[in-house]
């Protein structure tokens, strides 16, 4: 089988719509590349040539066309830094942006768009408090919107600025101007609203550039905003679920004495995944999460006509970006017969463009079936099924469970699930109790507490395969990232009877020690769904896999990245120690050379190896006994 990746993904379009930037994945670390367009189609490219290894993990046009700003984590770290180069493509000179004070290390520094021609980003130092700044591509000049722990800059634009607060779970938004700072909707705890863009103020919208490259000014009909707001007010438009079940799209004015808001679109039953408006104000493209799939809808926003469906080219999509016209919507479209790869859409034809010069590769599967598991407690949960191609026989089976715990598992490109299954493995990918997507009472349900109920989920998958798939009880294993490696571990050590072998990937062996270690804004957030590290100390220690490391009986491979900071690397190191000494059968794989995302090209290769000989091992072990 072609073990061989190649994936485009992460497209900004430029405001004019004559080229875009995106990411490519194609050997190393990730990388940003700019291409040119004539019409619809790509021609010339370059890629954008940066001082610094590690993968380039977003990229971002300016409003006015001529910068573009990478956000890089050197050595595939979890600590990020800025680096600007202009659009011109023979000028090679990148510059770092974000800056740190001589007596301190360097912090994480976040892109988070543009505000006009200065960057918007968050730099968050080893306190973990973050500011939230503005700063000059051209000299590193630097403005401080807000600072404060897990503060998160959402958008800026003249003046104004969207700051998401709270931890998670428990998220909202809040407007800044100046000194003034306004809460956008009514208290209501465990809901969560977390994106956001200024639309508008009192004065009239400039932008920097329309469709030919021109200057131009958009102004709009006075709209009555309640009694003494003819002026002073903002517009944004916000994705939330305050005041209902599933994320929506909201529309919110502030003024000086008050403020306002409407649903503007919903899908009832369903969260809205990602939105983004052109800088016109005519178009909004949404994406919603209709049990793991995309569906995207355009929104004529002058009179608020909502689209039927567009009909996408992959199961998945995500990373919208717009012109400044609304002429071009383009994004990332997957599924697991499509790798990663951009598309364009004319939002009003509704007619698609793939424009990869070298186009997305790699193995491929066929899509998995949608599948129902009833938890203990009558909980709905589901999950996505793939299964061995004919002929393969099968020779077992490996859930897989995806991190957060917010998270979610959608029937999209997956490099590691087609050489298992080529093995004969089936994997079964669940959203347990926690996952995203499904709206906010099943967020909640493994709060604290209910995590134990989380545990049993994974437990409940097991049953499921068995009864309902035929697979063989003694040849069933566990994988997981990040929490759901975590999840792996306490799954393993909750009901080590079930299970034939294990793979915890950046997971948590031990909750404590995890905040103590863990990144301070990391562990300050998470107090809502985990517990306090004091407060609920006892909770902590009754859920942690490492605690209860004498009952787990499968053989377990433990990976992690050297430089991961999320999830430090003695996570794992912990629990491999301590089933060495009580002789159970465990490895550990450290890539030193990465970190909690394992990006590099070549150690996600040696990982597909190593999962799928651990599992054959650890199956033919069992059918022989």
């Excluded at 799209?249 to 008050?258: H, K, R, S």
């Excluded at 939105?275 to 049990?291: G, H, K, R």
């Excluded at 355009?298 to 999509?317: K, M, R």
């Excluded at 949608?370 to 793939?386: N, S």
Aim: with cysteine.
């Amino acid at each position: 089988m072609r073990r061989q990746v190649r994936a485009n993904y992460g497209a900004s379009l430029s405001p004019d719509a004559t080229a875009f930037a995106h990411l490519v994945d194609d050997g190393g670390f990730p990388r940003a590349v700019q291409r040119f367009l004539r019409g619809w189609r790509a021609s010339s490219s370059r890629d954008v040539e940066l001082p610094v290894e590690g993968p380039v993990t977003r990229v971002m046009h300016s409003a006015d066309g001529h910068w573009l700003a990478c956000q890089v984590a050197p050595d595939g770290s979890d600590r990020f830094q800025i680096w600007v180069v202009t659009t011109d493509p023979d000028d090679r000179d990148a510059r770092r942006i974000d800056s740190w004070p001589q007596d301190q290390p360097d912090g994480s520094a976040e892109l988070i768009g543009w505000d006009g021609t200065q960057v918007a980003a968050i730099l968050t130092g080893q306190d973990g408090v973050g500011s939230s700044c503005l700063i000059d591509p051209a000299d590193g000049a630097t403005i401080v919107l807000d600072r404060r722990t897990a503060g998160r800059l959402v958008d800026a634009w003249a003046g104004a600025a969207l700051v998401r607060v709270g931890p998670r779970g428990y998220r909202d938004l809040i407007m800044l101007r100046g000194l003034t700072e306004t809460a956008l909707l009514p208290y209501d705890p465990g809901s969560t609203t977390d994106m956001g863009y200024i639309l508008d103020d009192h004065g009239p919208r400039r932008l920097r550039s329309g469709p030919m490259g021109e200057s131009f000014t958009l102004y709009y009909p006075a709209k009555d905003y309640g009694p003494n707001s003819t002026e002073g007010y903002v517009r944004a438009l916000i994705r939330s679920d305050n005041g209902g079940t599933h994320a929506r799209l909201i529309e919110v004015t502030t003024t000086a004495e008050a403020v306002s808001y409407h649903v503007v679109a919903e899908k009832p039953g369903f969260d809205l995944d990602e939105f983004v408006v052109s800088d016109d104000l005519s178009t909004v493209a949404l994406l919603w999460n209709v049990n793991g799939c995309s569906e995207l809808q355009i929104l004529e926003y002058a009179d608020n006509t909502l689209s039927e469906p567009i009909a996408l080219p992959g199961l998945v999509a995500t990373e919208l970006s717009i012109s400044a016209g609304g002429s071009m919507v383009a994004m990332t479209v997957e599924s697991p017969s499509l790798p990663p790869t951009v598309e364009l859409v004319d939002p009003r034809s509704r007619e698609w463009q793939r424009v990869d010069r070298e186009p997305s590769e790699g193995p491929l599967t066929a899509d998995p079936t949608l599948e129902v598991v009833i938890a203990r407690d009558g909980l709905k949960l589901t999950g996505w099924l793939y299964r061995p191609p004919a002929p393969v026989e099968p020779v077992g089976a490996m859930i897989f469970l995806h991190g957060g715990p917010e998270g979610q598992s959608r029937p999209g490109y997956n490099e590691y699930y087609p050489a298992l299954l080529a093995a004969g493995i089936t994997v079964f990918t669940p959203n347990v109790r926690g996952s995203g997507g499904f709206g906010r009472a099943f967020m909640h349900a493994d709060d604290k507490e209910l995590r134990f109920a989380a545990i049993d989920d994974v437990a409940q998958c097991v049953r499921y395969l068995v009864e309902h798939e035929a697979v063989p009880a003694d040849r069933i294993a566990c994988c997981g990232w990040s929490y759901g490696g975590y999840l792996t571990q306490a799954a393993l050590t909750f009901h080590p009877e079930l299970f034939a072998a294990g793979i915890s990937i950046c997971g948590m062996s031990d909750l404590n020690t995890w905040y103590r270690n863990t990144e301070p804004w990391i562990a300050t957030a998470a107090y809502p769904k985990y517990g306090h590290p004091i407060g609920d100390r006892d909770l902590l220690e009754r859920l942690s896999p490492l605690l209860r490391a004498s009952a787990l009986t499968a053989p377990l491979l433990l990976v992690h990245g050297g430089n991961d900071t999320n999830v430090p690397p003695t996570e794992s190191q912990q629990m491999f120690e301590a089933l060495r000494a009580l002789d159970r059968t465990v490895e550990l794989l450290v890539f030193d050379d990465d970190g909690h995302e394992i990006v590099k090209r070549e150690n996600r290769a040696a990982l597909v190896n190593a999962m799928t000989t651990w599992l054959l091992k650890a199956f033919s072990e069992t059918s022989v006994s």
